[in-house]
């Protein structure tokens, strides 16, 4: 039921589609005002980035949250040279799904893999990342699981090293692969615009 609710959200939410630079960029409104932002390879459907906004106690549009995709590249302000080459050495955390698996990358961790441990933490409902040299600590949910209500299996659970980074998967449940399938199917229905008709307010 938890799934249909979700699933039945997405539906009823307001969404003006954009194609732009071979993506496909969903926005939705919510009745509550929340507003949610995707873009997808417009050839494998592949989700690339997905954002969040809310609305303050005021009123007032806060600033977008990423939930899947890169962040924005650190030093883009006024930090100077010293600064931007610290920022680069460390840890950048960022999740980009595959069609099976959520996956997560911590990159700029140059320690052997047999440093790391990886498990769920089921009180908290979270992934737990820390290393026995104590170097690196981070605990972090998976949203579409709350949203769907499933439970955390640590069967699903693998994580590799290689190249400074750190890629942890997590095998989507069959629950969640349904309804994205569903939902790929709902997006088709939406007019789509392109660029050159004018922005999608995903920005």
Known sequence: ???TGWMES??????????????????YLFPDGKEMA???????SELLVRKWRVKSALGAMG???LEVGEP????TGNLGPELIKESNANPIFMRK??????????????????????????KERCIVVKTT????????????????????????LSFAHANCTLIISYQKPKE??????????ELKKVKTAHSNDGDCKTQ
């Open 97 to 122: 799904d595959t069609k099976k698996t959520f996956q997560w990358r911590i990159r700029n961790l140059p320690y052997p893999k047999d440093v790391y441990s990886v498990c769920v933490d089921q």
């Open 176 to 185: 969640v692969v349904v309804a994205e399938s569903e939902l790929q199917k």
């Open 133 to 156: 040299n104590k170097k690196y600590y981070k605990k972090f949910s998976i949203p579409d699981l709350d949203r769907h209500q499933l439970p955390l299996d640590d069967a699903l």
């Open 10 to 27: 997405l539906r009823t939410a307001q969404k003006t589609a954009l194609l732009q630079d071979g993506r496909r960029k969903v926005h």
């Open 72 to 75: 924005a590249p650190l030093g």
């Open 38 to 44: 995707e873009e997808y390879d417009e050839k494998t």
């Open 63 to 65: 600033q977008w949250q």
């Open 1 to 3: 039921m938890a799934v």
